[in-house]
């Protein structure tokens, strides 16, 4: 069971950016001295505070940020949520990630995806109707470079001559991979590689991810891989010492988050994929707080929380979690703080017995 801290680092109105910073390694440090297993790093670009994207972020360079806390850090495992692949470059990632994977002596841990908003290829000038191909490119070439002396490869968008990454990783072959899944087609091809993913709780419903997971495994299975997959969930959770403070506490943060989070699916429903972009704007348009503390988050007690996610753990076959600690990044420091001790002290050790 895996239990992880998710990180966006939140840069919010009427805050410095140096404490946006601040902020977000003093996250990653409570996390590391509660006992979560890892700590794992969005990436978002072009997010400043009073922008219209969901998460006003100083995210930008997840790679700088790993290294940064790998370093801060002695036993959490350092991840990615994700690396947006085709915005970079394999050979140049490959490098870098290497490197980090060296310099934190085997603690990395990579999650791959293409982002779910076309925005950010927007700022690169690439085109988001090539992200799923530059994203399978980057892929193979990206694991080549990790486990092949010298290696080349010829395609659409790269081709390389006899090249030698060097460092190799520290972790063999590789620093393992977990990739994003969001829409039924993406699970399934997931499943196909036999990679292990993320689902994420918050834009989706659980009925959702049931569903997605049946094509992952499904696609598993038929392509030969053992065993029946790897799903970590990621999902907000808030836990305080009464129910009353675990719902009154984040709830301002909560429906900002989904407000701004409605209108982004707006904004690229005529996108690839828009028709599900277009579903979930729907959705999320009639909202209540009162719906998403029953279908959408998981916020209570440590006894409330812990329930809650044996059962999501049961009914969806996980592999463990990703706490978004701090939904739409508004809720005072000091009261997210308690919530993550509360959950490595009271939640965590009745998951990891369960």
Known sequence: MHLGLMTECDYRAGRTQREAFDEAFTMAETAETAGFDGVWLAERHFAPPGGTGPIPSVASAPIVWASAIAARTSRLRVGTAVLVLPLGHPVRMAEEIA?????????????????????????????????RARFEEFLQVMQLAFTQERFSYSGKYYTFREVCLIPKPYQQPHPPLRAAATTRDTYGFMGS?????FASLGAAMVEDIAEGLVEYRTAWRAAGHAGDGDVILRLPIYVAPTTAQALAQPKDSTMHHYTRLQQAFLRSAGSAEGNLRATRAARLATLTYEDIVQERAVFGTPEQVTARLRHLQQCLGL??????????????????VQSLQLFGQAVAPGLRSA
Do not use: C, H, K, W
């Not at 490197?99 to 290829?121: A, K, M």
């Open 193 to 197: 590689l036999g990679l292990p993913i």
């Open 319 to 336: 592999s463990g979690f990703i706490m978004e600690s701090n939904v739409g990044g508004r809720t005072a420091a000091a009261e997210v």
């Open 99 to 131: 490197t980090l994977d060296n310099i934190s002596q085997g603690r990395v841990e990579l999650g791959i995806g293409r982002s779910s908003f076309p925005r950010s290829y927007e700022g690169y000038d690439i085109p988001y109707a090539e992200s």
